[in-house]
């Protein structure tokens, strides 16, 4: 018997060696997501680490790590087995930051200074409740019906979606949540935020202070092939620079988000593989290079910090909202906005209205049909920083319909000709839940 155990338990051990030395270099980045997942979701959003490792963090290989939060010196750790330990650090105003063995904790540093009056308005112009009001065209039961069945029937773990919210003629028609969270609920966005940071793109040249169709602003490619390379090709992720974005393996997206300091300059190194205009390809690297080159246009960190929230996110009143940087302190433009559903409506809602916010315009009219017009050589797939129904992802919705997306199935849908902007956040995409059938059932709900 005491034979039988030392060899199972050399078997064990080779077992796990093996696992380790193969899978070494994923231990640094499964613990960097791990300890920023952590930090973010319980210092920002309030959950506790039970939550965040059954929800956020139940994801193959990220479950191994092992987490630990300190409330009171606002940090949080992971690792892998003890191995290849990170630490994220949470700063009032800026959100969380995942932090290598050579930043300085102590060095001083600067915040987003905000306004947030108070709109004796209702949502979603305004900061009190929303006003309640009957549509006739709208068969309420068959709008409740599709809400409730985006979400998981109890004790099932499929379709994992937190919330819903739906704003049709600028009202709030349905809203609902997943136990645990509700309206004051903030949820990261991941990749929608990358259509907020083209936003700031369309904003500035309302503004007469950029030419989207000038060549990006980059002195390192001034003398080669890059040169050649707009804003506009940069927004439309078609400028034939060089990336890889695969979440399943070590890739130029996963190094960024968990390895780099400077997240803009890792795009910028890049060479070209294709040409301007000419190859599309999908990059959360671009849209970091984007924050980058927003930082150029303002003489100093603080108002480039300041800009973000004053020209557009506190400017709609998406108060809620934290938009968190990098080590260099520039926004993390393609991942890492939060703020609650019915903040993130208000975002499509300022899209559906092509620009104008309660009577303002913060962005050129043809802004929106810029965006939500296929990029050359995407398929019809992609717009400017937004995606599209043109080729027919979303069969039973309109072509015209297009929306932020974000990992693991955050989604703002706008749909111009049916005056609607939809809020679907999860746990889950495509793959794993029928947004298809979820517009075809909402839209099923208005009488034609």
């Known amino acids: 018997m005491k034979k039988t155990f ?169 809203e609902k949540y997943e136990d645990g969270f509700d309206k004051n609920s903030k949820i990261l966005g991941w990749s929608m935020t990358k259509s907020i940071t083209a936003t700031y793109f369309g904003i500035l040249q309302y503004q007469n202070k950029i030419n989207i169709n000038n060549p990006a602003p980059i002195q390192e490619w001034a003398n080669d092939e890059r040169a050649k390379i707009t804003l506009n090709n940069l927004i439309q992720m078609n400028s034939g620079l060089e990336w890889e974005e695969k979440y399943d393996r070590i890739c130029d997206a996963t190094k960024m988000l968990f390895n780099s300091r400077d997240m803009g300059q890792v795009q910028l190194e890049k060479p070209l593989f294709g040409k301007p205009n000419q190859t599309w390809n999908y990059s959360s690297g671009t849209s970091n290079l984007l924050s980058k080159i927003l930082r150029k246009q303002f003489k100093t960190q603080q108002e480039y910090l300041d800009f973000w929230y004053s020209s557009l996110i506190d400017k709609i009143g998406m108060f809620s909202t934290v938009v968190e940087t990098d080590m260099t302190g520039n926004y993390v433009g393609s991942s890492y906005a939060w703020a609650t559903s019915r903040d993130w409506a208000k975002f499509g809602l300022l899209y559906l209205h092509n620009g104008n916010w309660n009577g303002e315009q913060l962005f050129d009219p043809s802004w929106s049909k810029y965006v939500s017009t296929p990029t050359p050589t995407s398929n019809g797939k992609y717009g400017g920083h937004f995606w599209l129904n043109s080729s027919g992802k979303y069969p039973d919705a309109p072509r015209e319909l297009y929306y932020a997306s974000g990992f693991q199935g955050q989604k703002i849908f706008v749909i111009p000709s049916k005056d609607l902007v939809i809020v679907r956040m999860g746990l889950t995409d495509d793959e794993s839940f029928d947004f298809n059938g979820f517009l075809k059932e909402i839209l099923g709900s208005f009488e034609k």
């Open 6 to 174: 030392k060899v199972s338990g050399i078997i064990i051990l080779v077992v796990l060696i093996y696992f380790v030395v193969v899978n070494y270099p994923k231990l640094e980045l499964i613990s960097g997501f791990s300890a920023k997942s952590v930090a973010s979701a319980h210092f920002i959003d309030g959950r506790s680490l039970e939550l965040i490792e059954k929800s956020d963090n139940d994801i193959k290989l990220v479950r191994l790590a092992n987490n630990a939060i300190f409330d009171k010196e606002q940090y949080a750790t992971s690792s892998v087995f003890g191995l290849q330990k990170r630490k994220a650090i949470y700063r009032e105003g800026l959100g969380s930051l995942l932090i290598d063995a050579d930043f300085d904790v102590t060095k001083p540093y600067l915040v987003p200074k905000r306004v947030q009056p108070k709109i004796n308005l209702p949502y979603p112009f305004g900061t009190n409740e929303p006003k309640d009001t009957v549509f006739a065209n709208i068969d309420y039961s068959k709008l409740r019906k599709a809400v409730e069945n985006a979400f998981d029937k109890k004790g099932a773990f499929a379709k994992r979606t937190r919330s819903v919210v739906i704003l049709y003629k600028d009202h709030l028609i349905a």
